[in-house]
């Protein structure tokens, strides 16, 4: 039986209807669109599949979409931009830190909420 829930996702709001065991990365990749998130090990272990939930690193793999309810999800595509990339998605550019690119957009979220010591 599926259920409705309202998530709020890159600024925009969504209206979905999912079964209750749904992961988030199947609602945002498969229902939403957002193709940046990635399906690695779906086992909470690669984050490739890694998204800011209240500004907070979360696996959606391991998240329930329904656990998502009154969150800011954040994907790689809704990194605010003054140009064409994030500041942080230019140094991973310009130091060829980009490798082959699957898992980039889960480093890029972890990275980005990790504050210098």
Not at 103 to 112: K, V
Request: hydrophobic share 40%.
């Amino acid at each position: 039986m599926k259920q409705r829930i309202q998530l709020k996702v890159n600024g925009g709001n969504y209206e979905i209807f999912v079964e209750h065991w749904k992961t988030l990365l199947y609602v945002l990749r498969d229902e939403i669109g957002f193709t940046g998130v990635k399906s690695g090990c779906e086992e909470g272990e690669c984050g490739a599949c890694t998204v800011l939930a209240d500004g907070k690193p979360v696996n959606s793999c391991l998240m329930l979409a329904p656990q998502a309810q009154g969150k800011e999800i954040t994907t790689i595509e809704g990194l605010p931009v003054e140009e064409d990339l994030h500041p942080l998605q230019q140094a991973f550019v310009d130091h060829f830190a980009i490798q082959c690119g699957f898992c980039i957009p889960g480093m890029i979220l972890s990275a980005l909420h990790q504050k210098p010591s």
